[in-house]
T-cell receptor
Framework: AAGVIQSPRHLIKEKRETATLKCYPI?????VYWYQQGPGQDPQFLIS???????DKGSIPDRFSAQQFSDYHSELNMSSLELGDSALYFC?????????????FGSGTQLSVL | KQEVTQIPAALSVPEGENLVLNCSFT??????LQWFRQDPGKGLTSLLL?????REQTSGRLNASLDKSSGRSTLYIAASQPGDSATYLC???????????????FGKGTHLIIQP
């Protein structure tokens, strides 16, 4: 069965550079979530989209932005990268608004900021 | 603000044992609770989802229970195998329109090692 696809798997950037992470949800899933997991930390909710509109916002820095496109894939744009942005970034998808629905996670993008 | 705590933080047991992982949450106004498995450097795999109106869910050797009023959930793993070695995360999602952060609130996980 198709799963959540994230690209790239690994990304190395330098401070103050920009990065774009992509997420392709499971087919027919209309809700996408972004999470950030620092080393040894639990995942922290960043932002979510339902039917191409932002639905919820968590601890996403102002330097980050995200959107969901007409084909339901989502991109997380990160600017002015800082060392502390180094983390594993997960995307998850669900069918429906997320309330009561099981979330399916991708394998994540490992971002290293040097 | 919802807080999720998992005990123990780490657990190492011989193969074949039955074991219980514990999860507690401070705000009982949850919509559902989900258990995940995470392998090192990998994504999160959903194991079981329990709706707030349910008491337990079972999948193969896994059984998860939920006591919403006391803010507790347990994940029971029967006849553990070395392949079960991973970090197990508990996460809750609050009620729509409720206070606190939206999306899943995760515990810090239990790092499980099953010795062959």
């Amino acid at each position: 069965a198709a799963g959540v696809i994230q690209s790239p798997r690994h990304l190395i950037k330098e401070k103050r550079e920009t990065a774009t992470l992509k997420c392709y949800p499971i087919p027919r899933h209309d809700t996408v979530y972004w999470y950030q997991q620092g080393p040894g930390q639990d995942p922290q909710f960043l932002i979510s989209f339902y039917e191409k509109m932002q639905s919820d916002k968590g601890s996403i820095p102002d330097r980050f932005s995200a959107q969901q496109f007409s084909d339901y894939h989502s991109e997380l744009n990160m600017s002015s990268l800082e060392l502390g942005d180094s983390a594993l970034y997960f995307c998850a998808s669900s069918l429906g608004s997320g309330w009561g629905e099981k979330l399916f996670f991708g394998s994540g993008t490992q971002l290293s900021v040097l | 603000k919802q807080e999720v705590t998992q005990i123990p933080a780490a657990l190492s047991v011989p193969e074949g044992e039955n074991l219980v992982l514990n999860c507690s949450f401070t705000d009982s106004a949850i919509y559902n609770l989900q258990w995940f498995r995470q392998d090192p450097g990998k994504g999160l795999t959903s194991l079981l989802l329990i709706q707030s109106s349910q008491r337990e869910q079972t999948s193969g050797r896994l059984n998860a229970s939920l006591d919403k009023s006391s803010g507790r959930s347990t994940l029971y793993i029967a006849a553990s195998q070395p392949g079960d070695s991973a970090t197990y995360l508990c996460a809750v999602i609050g009620l729509p329109g409720g206070g606190g952060a939206d999306g899943l609130t995760f515990g810090k996980g239990t790092h499980l090692i099953i010795q062959p």
